[in-house]
């Protein structure tokens, strides 16, 4: 039997990239790192780009809609990003208790949605069970996820099975940890995990790409 491949990106061109290292739209992200990490840093700059920085700048993520479902809604940083998006009629920002997170159907496919879970990981198990429908089922909705902890190995399984990019800072787990999640995409883990760990120590992050190969480099990227 012949197999042929056809070029489905004809029909998914959408990539919502406004940088060429931003993730490719839609896209679940895992982010994990300790209080002070820089973890938040990292997210509000993918959401904004350098669109607040340049007067010509842009953002890195062209969404149509962000959502904020988590526990400390009201916090400065947040209100840097809802300030933000007032000024941009384009896009709008939400923040809403998790208590109040709607189902992922709730959501219009047309409209190109982020919706960011901060600080949950000792959510009830109902609330994890629905978090995890964005990250199996939301790219369905044209949703992309990130999923905030401060340790890696805290996030639910299931979602962790289910991302295409991690972010790892510091204070994301134990050197054995870092190991344990580098071993998956490569054979070095003995020699980079110590590199890894003194680079989120030092407040840089490592980003894996999941949807590269093994031996592309920017597979594993700081």
């Given amino acids: 039997m012949d197999l042929y491949v056809y070029n489905l990106d004809e029909y998914s061109s959408d990539t919502r990239q406004g940088n060429e290292y931003a993730p490719i739209w839609p896209f679940r992200l895992a982010v994990a790192g300790s209080s002070d990490s820089g973890k938040t840093t990292m997210l509000i700059n993918l959401l904004m780009g350098d669109a607040k920085a340049k007067e010509d700048g842009t953002r890195y993520i062209l969404c149509d809609e962000i959502v904020l479902i988590g526990r400390y809604l009201d916090e400065p ?6 300030d933000f998006f007032d000024d941009d009629e384009s896009v709008t920002f939400e923040a809403i208790s998790y208590h ?3 189902d992922v ?3 219009d496919p047309k409209i190109a949605t982020v919706v ?4 949950l990981m000792d959510a009830p198990k109902n ?3 629905k978090i995890t429908g964005y990250f199996t089922h939301g790219r369905h909705r044209n949703i992309s996820a990130i999923y905030v902890a401060q340790r890696f190995y805290a996030i639910p399984k299931a979602i962790r099975e289910n991302v295409n990019y991690i972010s790892l800072h510091g204070g994301h787990g134990s050197l054995s940890d870092t190991k344990r ?4 995409y490569t054979n070095e883990s003995d020699s980079l995990a110590p ?5 989120t120590l030092s ?3 490592i980003v894996f790409d999941l949807r590269r190969p093994k031996t592309d480099p920017l597979s594993i990227r700081v």
């Fill in 100 to 102: 109040q997170m709607p």
């Fill in 127 to 129: 609330i994890q069970e």
């Fill in 77 to 82: 940083k947040w209100q840097i990003v809802k």
């Fill in 181 to 184: 999640i580098i071993r998956q």
């Fill in 195 to 199: 590199i890894i760990d003194e680079l």
């Fill in 116 to 119: 960011i879970f901060e600080d």
């Fill in 203 to 205: 407040r840089e992050f």
């Fill in 105 to 107: 159907e709730d959501f």
